[in-house]
């Protein structure tokens, strides 16, 4: 699945608008569903492979070549 960042957006002013609710500060609990919906996001994108590594039975060698959709 390719990366949607209105989604981020999304999981970023709903969290924002969570904590505003609140009576009391609480910056772990913000980190930890900040952390959160950045891994989320960043776990959702591809990479697409496109050529450049090697393996002649040792090491991998050479330079990837492809983008992260």
């Given at each position: 699945?390719?990366?949607?960042?209105?989604?981020?957006?999304?999981?970023?002013?709903?969290?924002?608008?969570?904590?505003?609710?609140?009576?009391e500060?609480?910056?772990?609990?913000?980190?930890?569903?900040?952390?959160?919906?950045?891994d989320?996001?960043?776990?959702?994108?591809?990479?697409?492979?496109l050529?450049?590594?090697?393996?002649?039975?040792?090491?991998?060698?050479?330079?990837?070549?492809?983008?992260?959709?």
């Amino acid at each position: 699945m390719a990366l949607d960042k209105s989604k981020l957006e999304t999981g970023i002013r709903q969290l924002l608008e969570d904590m505003m609710k609140r009576e009391e500060n609480s910056f772990d609990e913000f980190a930890n569903r900040l952390a959160t919906v950045i891994d989320t996001y960043v776990k959702e994108g591809e990479i697409e492979y496109l050529g450049g590594l090697a393996n002649s039975g040792g090491a991998v060698t050479g330079t990837i070549q492809g983008t992260i959709k």
